[in-house]
């Protein structure tokens, strides 16, 4: 049995809509991650998709209103992380982003924020409403 | 309000402006705007910026940092100057190259080869 085997991480964390809380919620995730074993790879996977995922339902979920607040669910052993982040906003339809890899698009400032967060995890996956993404990164 | 701690180094080497990022955890939200603010005032000195932005302290990125680095970077080309960067770390380019960004900006292994690129 490794170490890992005996540490799980399950818990609701939930913050305002403010960078600086974003931060340190990022900072305790990835803490626990590197704790339980996973490679740098891993690691900074799951911090680009975090921070990728907070920013969005911080600045375009909640409109960056900090009364409004994100809960992050964390499901993380030493196979498999699981994060869950939920804004308060309206949702949206992920699929009305555009490709920020096309040629028109590539100088834009904005837009790879989705596109980063399928590129580093493993799964990726939007309620319908929009305000609610479920990511997984698998420790290998 | 807590101290802003200094973000970048910027050094002159004949006619190239370098700036070294100098804190690893930089590249997150909050201090984007920091340095994308001090990195422009650079460009808006010079009637043709030359600058090399060396990510030798750099262990993460996102998609705002990439946001800041077109805006420098379209900036920089508005006034005829040249913009490279240097010292990417093998995880971070990979950023650059999903998001076809590699294509976009000059990208050099060292920034001696970086500064030599624009003379």
Redesign the interface.
Known sequence: MRPGDLARLAEKMVIPSD??A??GL?QQVLQRVRRLGYN??CA?AI??AL??AL?NAIKHGNGMDRRKVVEVDCDIDADRAVLTVTDQGRGFDPASVPD??ADEN????????I??MR?FMDEVRFTERGNQVRMLKLNR | MPERSPRLKVSIEGRVTVVELIDKKIL???SISQIGEQVNALVARSDSPAMVVDFSNV??????A???L??L??RIREKNGQLALCCIQP?IYE?FA????N??FRICSTRQEAIESLN
């Open positions: 960078l600086e974003a931060r990022q740098d790879g900074f911090r680009l921070e990728e920013c920020p890899t590539l100088e834009k400032p904005t837009g790879r924020g596109m980063l590129a | 997150d939200e909050m262990g993460n990125m996102s998609s705002s990439l946001g800041m077109i805006t970077h379209k995880g950023v999903i998001t076809r960004l294509e976009i």
